[in-house]
């Protein structure tokens, strides 16, 4: 049987791989190219399933950054591309017998539950009169955390997939913020925060060539983040450096006071550089930014979450012939600039519930374990809830889905006494004079 399964893998993904020529020679420009990406992908998910997150994240902002030139909605179609062929291909592991099955956790029902909630409320919203389209941009919203958490539970099933995953996306995020440092203008910090903690994490408790390729990569990325000049990547970083200060132990704070310390000697050299001093400048102006319209749309929706609080007024719904500064009359909604305003005014006080209950429970399994690898995760997730109350990005918060599956995935199971990691010496245990 085992053989039978590697057979049919490697026929499909040889098709896979012959299709894609295929198809680059028959579809024009832009799809040509999407249909050739997206099978070579199906192939490389099939051989290795833990690789479409880290490629998803990565490829995603790549492709739609080369393809659409900074336009959202190609931007999220490449993104969801990515995701979905993803996706494709661990259903067919499962056809062909690869797969190792999934990873439970103690949030997988509350997930399900917000994919039941982003069905229910999109039928309601087409009900109740709204448009089409709004309501499949609303839905993406709430649907992208489900989604990320799902393939992380299906993909990530081992440690070595973990780390194998871990290592792919540390890497490519480091060549892109290399290349990136130098060119003016505001730019990165989501991928590069993603990973400082896990790294200062790592540079606390590893030692040796581990501690200084850690501290080394997150002194980088962290400059990255100083120079991306976003005020939610900022508030992400701030809440997430606090709470790690706050629930992490003495190995954690050294992790951090590396990091700040390699990160500033770093940013004295790259200060050298024109480009580097050219994005420094940009800091001043992201803090001097007028929040703009912001404020004002989510205004708009809390007065729609005003007239029906418990339910929320259906996806996609939207305020038409609303004034607001520089825009004159325009609609707004489903989607404000401010993620818990989407929530209140699309699925009401019962869907914001159903939203947060199992990113909570991911938070709570990683504080729960100060000394362990979940922490960062859990500390990346309240950073970009406190972010939350002030954006909600086009994209969508995936990161409200991917970061509490991987604290569940790295969470220590109760009862279970935590090993220390490799290259950590054990410290000598004293026995009193009374038990010798």
Do not use: K
């Amino acid at each position: 049987m085992t053989r039978l399964a590697v057979g049919l893998g490697v026929a499909a993904v040889s098709a896979t791989l012959g299709a894609a020529v295929s198809l680059a020679t028959m579809l024009p420009g832009v799809l040509a190219l999407a249909g050739t990406g997206a099978l070579v992908g199906l192939a490389v998910f099939l051989l290795w399933p833990w690789a479409v997150l880290p490629v998803g994240i990565v490829g995603g902002a790549v492709a739609g950054g080369l393809v659409g030139g900074g336009d959202v909605r190609t931007y999220v179609a490449a993104h969801l591309l990515v995701l979905a062929v993803g996706g494709i291909a661990v259903l067919i592991r499962y056809a062909l017998g690869f797969s190792a099955g999934r990873r439970r956790t103690s949030a997988d029902t509350g997930m399900m539950l917000v994919v039941g909630l982003t069905l229910a409320a999109a039928c309601y919203g087409l009900a109740v009169g709204n448009l089409p389209t709004e309501v499949v941009v609303a839905a993406y919203q709430i649907a992208i955390l489900p989604l990320y958490f799902f393939l992380a539970t299906h993909t990530l099933t081992t440690h070595r997939r973990l780390a194998a995953a871990g290592l792919l996306y540390v890497g490519v995020v480091a060549v892109l913020a290399a290349i990136s440092m130098t060119v003016p203008g505001r730019h990165g910090g989501l991928l590069t925060l993603l990973a400082v903690p896990m790294l200062a994490w790592f540079a606390g408790h590893y030692r040796g060539w581990r501690r200084l390729a850690a501290v080394l990569l997150a002194g980088l990325f962290a400059i990255d983040v100083v120079l991306a000049s976003y005020r939610g990547i900022w508030l992400a970083a701030g809440v997430t450096l606090l709470t790690m200060l706050i629930f992490g132990g003495r190995a954690v704070r050294t992790g951090l006071g590396a990091t700040a310390t390699v990160g500033l000697v770093v940013a004295a050299l790259l200060a050298l550089q024109p480009g580097v001093r050219e994005r420094a400048q940009e800091i001043g102006i992201g803090l001097q930014q007028s929040a703009g319209y912001r404020a004002s749309e989510s205004s708009v929706g809390l007065d729609v979450f005003a007239d029906r609080p418990v339910l929320g007024a259906g996806l996609g719904q939207s305020t038409t012939d609303v004034y607001l500064a520089d825009f004159a009359l325009t609609d707004v909604g489903p989607v404000y600039h401010a993620f818990y305003v989407t929530l209140l005014a699309n699925v009401g006080l019962v869907g914001l519930a159903l939203v947060l209950w199992p990113v909570l429970r991911g938070i709570r399994a990683g504080l729960a374990d100060p000394s362990g690898p979940a922490l960062p995760f859990a500390a990346l997730c309240c950073g970009f809830l406190g972010a939350a109350v002030f954006a909600a990005p086009s994209d969508g918060h995936w990161e409200l889905g991917l970061l509490p599956a991987l604290a569940l995935l790295t969470a220590r199971p109760a009862g279970q006494v935590r090993q220390p990691p490799p290259g950590r010496p054990r410290l000598p245990v004293r026995v009193p004079e009374a038990v010798r």
